[in-house]
């Protein structure tokens, strides 16, 4: 290991050579001896020590404190003052250098290998915390969410690029700014402003996630649709020293969802015209239960011509990413079937308790017309059944509840047998 490279500052001769002679008792390497702060400036430039050991007072134009400061200020190097001076005004002014430590002359070799030592220390731990801290600010001002982290009182101490666009808040107006001054955030379907998210987290303790739809109110007026999280700042000891809270702009998320909102819309007329208004003239009238039934036969073929391909495609692409097993199968083929009849205008539920799998219209949009009409019920039924045969699961589906029968309930109950 190279040794310890030191600069000696003082401008008392004898001193000198005793500190540079202690020094290299101590196996330290005394790179040069200089009486001023000016010449000491120039041998740091061309040949940067480990550690300087400055006397406060010096001969020339500068002394050891100002000589101090210009080297905090230039160079990652620790000053260890030597001084025969303790009075209280010396120290004030040799503070504010940030100096690594003090040895009042005269001092004992262990003293000064005590200081030497903690000094080098405290500058190579000080030097991970700078690099480390860089790390983390870089990486946060680096971050494509927003972010924004306050103190325990809800103040805000750092907010990154992305915070400052979102916002329109500049971080030097935010700083010091109360959290409810700067991030405004209210209920998007109410307009009801949400509980001030230091609050709520200082309160629970732990992360808070916001799902609801929000609208973040920013700088100059604009509502902007969010989503966020909240979550402590803790030390070691678990104790809670502030609040990060994390968000992003969702605009073209929710324009997305508009969008296939509205093809998911289009898509059903065009279904519902398909399989369904195609037949609406023999809908009219009280059909013979033959004839009815001959018609939905005929519409099941028709159904599996059509929707089969689409269906054993959209199975493939949701068995690519988890095991080809029954269960998974049977979860693709449920997520299947629910968002075909949300195209239709039908909202369902399924529900697997207890061994019991059911299937469950929410509303029907022939709801007025199924006692007249009880083809609307069968096409409802024939969709399901026909479509289950397309798994190859070994089990069985049935209508348990319908319209037609006056329950004003329709549901489907399957039965699967996953080991075979």
């Not at 700083?175 to 629970?204: A, F, M, R, Y």
Request: charged residues 30%; hydrophobic residues 40%.
């Amino acid at each position: 290991m190279s040794k310890t490279k030191i600069l000696v500052v003082e401008d008392e001769s004898i001193v000198a050579m005793d500190i540079k002679q202690r020094a290299e008792g101590l196996g330290y390497e005394v790179i040069g001896i200089t009486p001023s702060g000016e010449e000491a400036l120039e041998i740091i430039r061309e040949d940067p020590p480990d550690l300087i050991l400055m006397d406060i007072v010096l001969k020339g134009k500068i002394d050891g404190i100002e000589a101090a400061q210009r080297i905090h200020d230039n160079y990652d190097i620790p000053v260890l003052y030597l001084t025969a001076y303790s009075d209280e005004e010396t120290l004030k002014r040799a503070k504010i250098t940030e100096p690594f430590g003090y040895i009042i002359k005269p001092f004992e070799d262990r003293e000064l290998h005590g200081s030497v030592e903690i000094a080098i220390y405290k500058h190579e731990m000080d030097r991970k915390l700078k690099a480390s801290e860089k790390w983390l600010s870089t990486t946060l001002e680096s971050m494509g969410d927003a972010m924004i982290a306050t103190d325990k009182e809800g103040v805000i101490i750092f907010m990154n690029p992305v915070a400052q666009e979102v916002t329109g808040w500049d971080l030097e107006e935010a700083i010091g700014k109360s959290l409810t001054d700067v991030l405004k955030i209210i209920n998007e379907n109410t307009g009801i402003p949400l509980e001030d998210p230091v609050t709520k987290v200082l309160k629970e303790n732990e992360v808070i996630e916001i799902k609801d739809s929000n609208l973040l109110i920013t700088k100059n007026g604009t509502r902007v649709p969010i989503d966020d999280s909240s979550a402590p700042i803790k030390d070691e000891n678990g104790n809670v020293l502030g609040v990060t809270l994390v968000f992003r702009d969702i605009t073209e998320r929710k324009k997305a969802e508009k969008e296939k909102e509205q093809l998911l819309k289009d898509k059903a007329r065009g279904e519902l015209s398909n399989f369904v208004l195609s037949a609406l003239p023999v809908f009219a009238s009280n059909i013979p239960p033959q004839v009815r039934n001959s018609m939905a036969k005929s519409f099941s073929d028709r159904f599996e011509k059509n929707m089969k391909t689409d269906f054993i495609n959209q199975l493939d692409t949701c068995l690519e990413t988890v095991a080809d097993t029954s269960e998974n199968i049977f979860r693709c083929y449920i997520s299947w079937l629910k968002d075909f009849f949300f195209n239709l205008g039908i909202e369902s539920e399924f529900i697997d308790e207890n061994d019991i799998k059911l299937f469950k219209f929410h509303n029907c949009p022939w709801v007025d017309d199924a006692e007249t009409s009880p083809m609307f019920c069968m096409i409802c039924r024939v969709i399901v059944l026909r479509s289950f045969t397309w798994t190859h699961l070994n089990g069985n589906v049935a209508q348990i509840h319908c319209l037609e029968d006056r329950d004003n309930i329709c549901s489907f109950q399957f039965v699967i047998n996953y080991n075979e």
